[in-house]
């Protein structure tokens, strides 16, 4: 039996970095997976313009055309200042998206990372998924965004997966998506980085015995 998944995420390429070869194997195993991006990604830079725009637009159509994804809705929220709109319009935008596709397994962001785009994003799906028995919604997970989960506050809960996903037979896939995203990656050794990012899967994967993996915080599995 196939299961409808849901990625829910604050910008374009946090998909990939957090959970694009999960995404891929999702597919590959005949799932309906959506995507759903929250703002544009890029207009609370300095030198944002519409070419900016389109490129990080072009980027996600892309990245998400490797990972086999043809469901995506796209929101406009204030880049970098989600906490300035009311957690209901964030929290319904998402319930529009969960009336159409019917998800029985969400990804989203971890509650403490320290973009605060990530936090508000995990908090409206908390409260646009509430454990009702109407819901469709039987598994939620969180994952990690380098340069931002491990950046915030040690004083804070820190990110600790309990769910990993062998992503070794797709590792080449979300490199390739991950490179649709070139303007976002920066060089060696900030965090954000190729290198990186295979960094965290090695160790994801050694740490269970395989050779590379995405890691999940669990929110919610409900059996039966």
């Not at 544009?40 to 637009?57: H, K, Q």
């Not at 491990?150 to 390739?176: A, C, H, R, Y």
Request: glycine share 4%; charged share 20%; net charge negative.
């Amino acid at each position: 039996m196939s299961n409808s998944v849901l990625v829910v995420v604050a910008h374009a390429d946090d998909e990939v970095l957090g959970c694009g070869g999960t995404i891929a194997r999702h597919v590959k195993h005949g799932d309906l997976v959506t995507v759903v991006f929250m703002t544009d990604g890029v207009s609370s830079r300095l030198n944002s313009n519409a070419e900016l725009g389109d490129i990080r637009n072009n980027a996600a159509n892309n990245a998400l055309s490797i990972l086999g994804v043809e469901n995506v809705h796209s929101y406009a929220f204030p880049d970098n200042k989600m906490d300035s709109v009311p957690l209901l319009e964030v929290a319904q935008a998402i319930e529009k998206v969960l009336n159409v596709c019917n998800p029985n397994i969400i990804y989203t962001h971890f509650s403490h990372d320290l973009n605060v785009d990530h936090r508000v994003t995990h908090q409206a799906v908390l409260t646009a998924c509430r454990p009702q028995h109407w819901s469709s919604v039987k598994e939620i997970y969180t994952f990690e965004v380098l340069s931002s989960t491990e950046w915030n506050s040690k004083s804070l809960i820190q990110f600790t997966p309990q769910k990993i996903v062998n992503i070794t037979g797709f590792w080449d896939k979300k490199l390739m998506a991950l490179k649709c995203y070139s303007n976002e990656m920066r060089d060696f050794p900030h965090s954000r980085s190729y290198e990186c990012v295979e960094a965290l899967a090695i160790l994801r994967g050694a740490t269970y015995g395989v050779n590379k993996a995405e890691a999940f915080q669990i929110e919610r599995i409900i059996s039966g």
